[in-house]
């Protein structure tokens, strides 16, 4: 069964807007990694923050973690239509050589 | 560089018939690799994951199964598919399990 989920289920913004998409887990983690997935297509991979680290930068990308509450959060900022997609976050825990995706947020960017 | 490539990407099978979806990796040595399946709107479901040659890991019992006949070879397959069976399937591989996947373009499989 998933592990956490994540918050929003969707969101619509409009172009230049920041938009912020949470991930909430159970079990304690080694790392945590953020995917984002266009319609039809595969998963790409966008950060790994570790559970050591509290923030991350990549472009238009920050990802915070807070082990502490079980929880990270993806912000987007001045989005753009191209970042239209789905995103989920996954969760590796050390106990297998696996990952464990949340159900995603699906994201609408708007002109 | 390393590249995945995942095939056929959309597939109509009858009820009953067998399956067999076939990933490969190029360009790395002993992956770890990865069977999901997708519902429409929703999140992965892993079905399998494979360290090394002959070792299979089942995450979900069901009546698919999965094969790694050699290093950067992955196949999941089906004796007999079910309704159930419908959705996208994607593979993934990554160098360790706490590494970033890399995912193939997926499968659409729709069961008539």
């Known amino acids: 069964s998933q592990q956490g989920e994540e918050d929003p289920q969707a969101l619509s913004i409009q172009e230049g807007e920041n938009a912020t998409m949470n991930c909430s887990y159970k079990?304690?983690?080694?790392?945590l990694q953020w995917y984002r997935q266009n319609s039809g297509r595969g998963l790409v991979h966008l950060i790994l923050?570790?559970?050591?680290?509290r923030e991350k930068h990549s472009g238009r990308l920050r990802v915070t973690l807070d082990t502490s509450k079980k929880s990270s959060s993806l912000l987007i900022t001045a989005s753009r239509a191209a970042d239209t997609a789905s995103y989920f976050c996954?969760?590796?825990?050390?106990?297998?050589?696996?990952?464990?995706f949340g159900t995603g947020t699906r994201l609408q960017v708007t002109l | 560089s390393q590249t995945i490539h995942q095939w056929p990407a959309t597939l109509v099978q009858p009820v009953g018939s067998p399956l067999s979806l076939e990933c490969t990796v190029e360009?790395?040595?002993?992956?770890?690799l990865y069977w999901y399946r997708q519902a429409a709107g929703r999140g992965l479901q892993l079905l399998f994951y494979s360290v090394g040659i002959g070792q299979i890991s089942s995450e979900v019992p069901q009546n698919l199964s999965a094969s790694r006949p050699q290093d950067r070879q992955f196949i999941l397959s089906s004796k007999k598919l079910l309704l159930s069976d419908s959705g996208f399937y994607l593979c993934?591989?990554?160098?360790?399990?706490?590494?970033?996947?890399?995912f193939g373009d997926g499968t659409r499989l729709s069961i008539l």
């Open positions: 993934a591989w990554s160098v360790t399990g706490n590494q970033p996947q890399h």
């Open positions: 360009g790395t040595s002993n992956p770890n």
């Open positions: 996954a969760r590796y825990t050390g106990t297998a050589s696996k990952l464990t």
């Open positions: 923050i570790r559970s050591n680290e």
């Open positions: 079990t304690s983690i080694n790392n």
